[in-house]
């Protein structure tokens, strides 16, 4: 059955007046200017924005920007409500060049949100496979990180190949060392247990960073791969 593009828009709204009846906000008619700016901006692509969504993209206290047209469900407006998060479907500009890129392997909302904030590109892999295909890619020129999956085998998977530097990194990994050894082009992640701040602070020390070796580091070559 084939539908007109008419037709599909008249459908598309009469789910909005049913969800609008139910209690459930669009994004689009949902009005909080008039504040003070908060100290950061999340950035989430969702179209269906829960409490679940929030939190996990850490926007208690922030303002969030979220695509015009986005729903919000019930649960997500008290979240709104109770942690005094600012929203707006106007997202930060994107002027300045990408500087980094996220291959998120699943769902990965803070991860994104928090790459988003700092103008990174956001890459979707359906596997470790295909994550550590997208970082050769990208990583000779820009920081990567991979969310999501089995972080230690996608960054198996990564070293395989001599160009690449992939680590992986957790809430509790010393950077300072794990930079002073390997400087990784990659680290990947796990995608639950960080918080936006932390993703985004994270992101924005390797966008900072130089992706130059560091001096001692050899690559083992030959064998079987």
């Known amino acids: 059955m084939t539908f007109s593009s ?11 007046r049913e969800l609008h009846a139910r209690g459930v906000v669009s994004a689009a008619a949902q009005n909080t200017n008039g504040g003070t700016s908060t100290a950061s901006v999340a950035v989430l692509q969702q179209k269906v924005i829960t409490e679940d969504t929030l939190a996990a993209a850490g926007a208690a206290g922030h303002s969030l920007a979220i695509p ?14 109770r942690h005094a998060v600012s929203i707006s479907s106007e997202f930060p500009s994107a002027s ?8 998120s392997v699943g769902n990965c909302s803070a991860a994104s949100s928090a790459a988003a904030a700092v103008n990174w590109n956001i890459v979707a892999a359906a596997c470790e496979f295909e ?13 990567v990180a991979c969310c999501g999956g089995q972080p230690s085998i996608a960054a198996c998977l990564m070293n395989r190949n001599t160009s690449l530097r992939a680590a992986v990194v957790t809430q509790t ?23 936006y701040t932390e993703l985004r602070r994270l992101f924005q020390r390797m966008t900072a960073a130089s992706s130059d070796t560091p001096a001692g580091w050899s690559e083992i070559t030959g064998g079987a791969r």
């Open 96 to 103: 300045a060049a990408t500087t980094g890129a996220l291959i």
């Open 131 to 143: 994550a550590a295909a997208e970082a050769e890619k990208v990583a000779a020129s820009h920081p």
């Open 68 to 81: 015009a047209g986005a729903i919000i469900t019930p649960s997500g407006h008290d979240y709104i409500r």
């Open 173 to 195: 990994t010393d950077m300072d060392l794990l930079v002073s050894a390997m400087n990784p082009q990659v680290i990947c992640l796990d995608s639950n247990g960080w918080t």
């Open 6 to 16: 008419q037709k599909i828009e008249a459908i598309t709204q009469s789910v909005l």
